[in-house]
Nanobody, 123 residues
């Protein structure tokens, strides 16, 4: 059974940084594209970034230049480094895995999801 477990969320002031981790079990990380999504209260789940099996990345415009995704296949872990955080980045952040091709950006293209980790950015 595939499991994704996020960690690293918390409360940070605007301008600060956080690093989220997503530990994958039950499947080799290198066989999936890995994405991060977020969902703020009252809003739909929003694409943040994806990294392909080969390491290619694609970022949402709102996070480009501030967030960095990376993967450590040997550790079966994906990271999301978030810098220059803004109050509008406040959301529950979800890690997801897709066994399909390319760089999926739609939630429905993902097969497995973590439980989410809360990120709160104060102004």
């Amino acid at each position: 059974q595939v499991q994704l477990v996020e960690s690293g969320g918390g409360l940070v002031q605007a301008g600060g940084s956080l690093r989220l981790s997503c530990a994958v079990s039950g499947r080799t990380l290198s066989s999936a594209a890995m994405g991060w999504f977020r969902q703020a209260p009252g809003k739909e789940r929003e694409f943040v970034v994806v990294i392909s099996r080969s390491g290619s990345t694609y970022y949402a415009d709102s996070t480009k230049g501030r967030f960095t995704i990376s993967r450590a296949n040997a550790r079966n872990t994906v990271y999301l480094q978030m810098n220059s955080l803004k109050p509008e980045d406040t959301a529950v952040y979800y890690c997801a895995a897709s066994v399909g091709p390319g760089l999926p950006t739609m939630a429905r293209e993902y097969d497995y999801w973590g439980q989410g980790t809360q990120v709160t950015v104060s102004s």
